[in-house]
């Protein structure tokens, strides 16, 4: 079983092997939101089902005269990529015809930057054999891992059953009563300018949760979108850290998704599962009463 990373000779042998895997491309475009599926009917792993950030791993719910997302009653965060309730995600993978005894393998074009989200939900869900595959479709092409073009045929309908989640979400209440009491570790995914509120170019507030820590997510990522080495990571946490528990790290960036490679890359360490607040600062900033914090 494979649960945090793997390579793409570890996939090609798990493809030959005949092992019960199913194969999803998330890669995706904030700026161009059909990119990814275009990117992906032109070229993809044999087999990959493609996982659109937008409608199969948000409940995107309707759109506000302000702009604003404004997600179903039911949705597990809020956010410009409100979750989708487990039940709702449940039923999305059983559509496309994942099943409780498969093993995952996630990947995109974009640094890994994208594809950690649906990883995170699978472990949410309660379904531990899921991995990232290390460096993305371009580690895949490198190796020399066939492609195909155009849709893939149609899967059977599975019934995927929720398990007791392995992940642990947070909501900004938790976020908010833990602001000052020493409980929490806020780590924050997004880049350094917008961290320290000199820019902001999707959120109507720039700035950081008070106490924050910053590590932008693609400081995990070393030459090709390959995951630094585990004991890399490690020194680099700690030094963040400064000595503060690694238990009581919460993650976060702008809307949820960028911030799970943080989390992805302290399990590559060989820290213990960390918390996401996957409403993030885009929740976070909607409401002028929350303190916002700026600079470093």
Not at 67 to 90: I, M, T, W, Y
Not at 95 to 116: E, I, K, S, T, W
Not at 171 to 180: F, I, K, M, Q, S
Not at 206 to 222: D, T
Request: charged share 20%; glycine share 10%; hydrophobic share 40%.
């Amino acid at each position: 079983m494979h649960t945090t990373l793997v390579s793409a000779e570890q996939l090609k042998d798990l493809r030959q092997t005949g092992e019960r895997l199913m194969v999803f491309d998330c890669s995706f475009d904030l700026a161009s939101p059909t990119a990814g599926e275009e990117a992906w009917r032109r070229s993809h792993i044999p087999g990959a089902v493609y996982a659109n950030l937008d409608t199969a791993l948000s409940d995107m719910g309707v759109v506000g005269p302000d702009g604003r997302v404004r997600p179903h009653s039911d949705a597990a965060s809020g956010g410009r990529h409100p979750l989708p309730s487990r039940e709702k995600f449940a039923m999305w993978l059983s559509r496309v015809g994942f099943a409780n005894d498969m093993q995952a393998v996630v990947y995109d074009r974009n640094d890994n930057g994208y594809c950690g989200r649906l990883w995170w939900m699978l472990k949410w869900a309660g379904h531990e054999a899921v991995a990232v595959l290390d460096g993305g479709l371009a580690a895949w092409v490198a190796a020399g891992g066939e492609l195909a073009q155009g849709d893939e045929p149609a899967h059977f309908q599975s019934n995927f059953t929720l398990g007791p989640a392995l992940r642990r979400l947070v909501g900004t209440r938790d976020v908010l009563a833990h602001l000052e009491d020493g409980r929490q570790t806020v780590i924050d995914g997004r880049a350094a300018a917008r961290f320290r509120g000199e820019v902001e170019p999707l959120d109507p507030v720039a700035g950081h949760i008070p106490g924050a820590l910053n590590r932008p997510w693609n400081e995990n990522m070393a030459a090709g979108g390959l995951f630094k080495p585990a004991a890399q990571l490690r020194t680099e946490f700690e030094q963040l850290l400064a000595g503060r528990d690694a238990a009581t790290v919460v993650h976060h960036c702008g809307s949820g998704v960028s911030a799970v490679p943080n989390l992805l890359a302290m399990e590559v360490a060989g820290f213990a599962p960390t918390a996401l607040y996957a409403g993030s600062w885009s929740e976070w900033c909607s409401d002028p009463s929350r303190p916002v914090a700026k600079g470093p």
